[in-house]
């Protein structure tokens, strides 16, 4: 076929790939797709008790056509309204909340880049616990996708770093770790840490030994574009 523009400019089409996207059955497929990683997620544990094989199964989570043709396909038909419209779609992809390794990776990637950052503008060497990635990846927003994780480590860590330079209490050349406050530690507990949300803090290396932490500081403000 072809498209006639606003201007009757003519475009051919005959070679060409159209791509459309839409937010439309979003939350009932994210809805959908967190039941199914749930429950492979379940299966998979079984396997690793040694019950069954395969621990890879969360990892390949699909959506059903029971699924397609129940719910999604009477969404898309009260919105356009046209059935020949749908029927000449050819495929249809579907676009999953992320799963726990994924959101991993993502969280690596925004740290990576931040310690890239520092290295460069400050020669500040940044590194973490293992434990910092799952409390960080718990602050996914599936509403919000992967944006969700970037603005979580910018809030939660690059923020908190953004400041303690801003107040001199880092400098340059500095060794950097980030740490979790441990909430079923009494001696580390306080009112404002919850075993649901745990305390990122920062602590001041010399030689890989700790020199002291870095007091938590108020970073609701914006901070971490000056970092």
């Not at 129940?70 to 009260?78: G, T």
């Not at 953004?162 to 980030?178: G, K, T």
């Not at 404002?192 to 938590?216: R, Y």
Request: charged share 30%; net charge neutral.
């Amino acid at each position: 076929g072809r498209l006639t523009d606003g201007k009757g400019k003519t475009i051919e089409c005959k070679d060409a790939i159209f791509i459309m996207t839409s937010n439309l059955a979003s939350d009932e497929i994210a809805r959908h797709a967190i039941q199914l990683r749930n429950e492979a997620e379940d299966i998979s544990m079984q396997r690793q008790k040694g019950n069954i094989g395969d621990l890879d199964i969360s990892e390949r989570i699909t959506i059903s056509r029971n699924f397609k043709d129940n719910v999604v396909e009477p969404i898309l038909k009260r919105h356009f309204r046209r059935d020949e419209f749908l029927g000449r779609i050819n495929e249809m992809v579907y676009f999953l909340p992320f799963s726990r390794s994924e959101l991993i990776k993502l969280v690596l990637i925004e740290l990576n880049f931040w310690a890239a950052k520092a290295k460069k503008n400050h020669n500040m060497q940044i590194e973490w616990d293992r434990q910092v990635l799952d409390v960080l990846a718990d602050g996914y927003n599936v509403r919000y996708g992967a944006r969700s994780i970037k603005h979580e480590v910018e809030r939660r860590v690059v923020n908190q770093l953004a400041a303690a330079h801003e107040r001199s209490l880092i400098h340059n050349d500095c060794h950097i770790n980030i740490t979790v406050n441990d909430p079923s530690n009494e001696l580390l507990r306080s009112d404002n840490v919850t075993s649901s949300s745990p305390a990122i803090k920062l602590q001041l290396l010399k030689k890989g030994k700790v020199v002291g932490d870095i007091p938590t500081l108020d970073t609701e403000r914006n901070l971490h574009s000056n970092f």
